[in-house]
């Protein structure tokens, strides 16, 4: 038990007026960082305010109960904060319009706040010891034999009250706590989230039904378990199966048939020649340049060095072997008597007779089948 003194308040009222501090401390830091025109959230808060309290944990209901204390004290109107609730569990500390306790953008009146809730503080503490009568008694005066009484000294004419822990609990517990009222932005999204939740539940009717109407179909056995009796259906699929393989064994056949009574396709080899006549005029070209810079008309080059003539003068790229497929093409089919190879064992050179040069080649390669 701690003794009541008269003008002071008991140890667990000063635990609240420490808590108070604190939770202005912690107004104070949020207010500096964000401005007065932020709400705190108190999910925040309180943990900011468990860091400068350092007793315990403080919850969303001993900030409720710090507002509360203002709000309920003789000068309760001078209360600059209120509570809203802003939906899904965000409740923030606010500040109501022209408080004269908030100075500024970040500036709080951190004392007067402090002497405002220690007022409200001793107000409901002195309502609560009259209601439960608790309030000092005169001393007894004890008698001196068998004179006179002994009077009783003017500073001891009331004796200290004892409170218990289980009335000072009960005091803490009927302490007021402050309302929460409702945003007006949530007010305003109500009826939204209310179709969205009727919306969700309808959904989850339908689903729930569904899987009902599943559990209560007749059970065909496991999946992968033959089935002893064949269903309706089993055997249209079947048959439909068959008919689709002999569709596709027709059309395979068919197109084989085909291929068969067509014209061939080309060989490699063909292909290859195809090629080589085509380049064949710029190839003839390069020759006559090629022979320009020599005298005498018949003019002869090695293999090797006429190769790599073609290959660095020829627009578009050109492998050995196709520019020598071009060659043996010029000295077969296209130009017989101006382009002639000649071989000796492992050398080979082409000769280049220039009085017999062609000069209708598109003729010629018309004539060949190369367009």
Not at 254 to 265: D, F, M, R, S, T
Not at 335 to 345: H, T
Request: net charge positive; with cysteine.
């Amino acid at each position: 038990m701690s003794p009541i003194v008269p003008g002071q308040l008991p140890a667990e009222l000063l635990s609240l007026l420490a808590l108070h501090s604190s939770f202005l401390t912690a107004l104070s830091l949020h207010y500096a960082h964000n401005g007065t025109s932020t709400p705190a959230d108190l999910r925040d808060l309180t943990a900011s305010a468990t860091k400068v309290w350092r007793q315990r944990q403080v919850t969303c209901d001993d900030i409720r109960l710090l507002i509360g204390v203002l709000d309920h004290g003789p000068s309760g109107q001078h209360n600059p904060y209120y509570l809203s609730d802003y939906g899904r569990g965000k409740i923030c500390v606010e500040i109501k319009d022209n408080s004269p306790l908030i100075d500024g953008m970040t500036n709080v009146n951190e004392q007067g706040l402090q002497n405002l809730f220690k007022d409200g503080l001793d107000s409901l503490w002195a309502e609560w010891r009259v209601s439960h009568q608790l309030i000092a008694r005169p001393i007894a005066t004890p008698k001196r034999g068998r004179g006179r009484p002994k009077k009783a000294e003017l500073k001891q004419t009331r004796m200290e009250t004892f409170l218990d822990d289980v009335a000072m609990s009960k005091f803490v517990n009927q302490l007021p706590l402050a309302d929460i009222t409702t945003c007006a932005s949530l007010t305003a999204l109500a009826p939204l989230q209310e179709k969205g939740r009727k919306r969700l539940r309808e959904f989850k009717e339908s689903v729930q039904q569904g899987r009902s109407q599943k559990k209560t179909r007749p059970s065909l056995g496991k999946e992968n378990e033959p089935q002893i009796l064949q269903q309706p259906a089993q055997p249209k699929i079947t048959e439909f199966a068959a008919v689709r393989k002999a569709n596709l064994l027709d059309r395979i056949l068919a197109k084989q048939e085909a291929a068969k009574c067509g014209p061939a396709a080309p060989t490699p080899a063909e292909l290859q020649r195809t090629a080589a006549l085509q380049r064949a005029p710029e190839v003839l070209r390069v020759l006559s340049l090629l022979c320009a810079s020599k005298p005498g008309t018949r003019v002869s080059f090695s293999t090797t060095t006429l190769i790599q003539a073609l290959q660095g003068s020829i627009r578009s790229p050109i492998s050995q072997d196709e520019a020598m497929k071009c060659i043996e093409v010029l000295s077969s089919e296209l130009a017989p008597g101006y382009v002639s190879i000649v071989s000796m064992g492992a050398l080979s050179s082409v000769v280049v007779n220039q009085a017999m040069r062609p000069t209708d080649v598109r003729g010629r390669l018309a004539a060949l089948g190369v367009a």
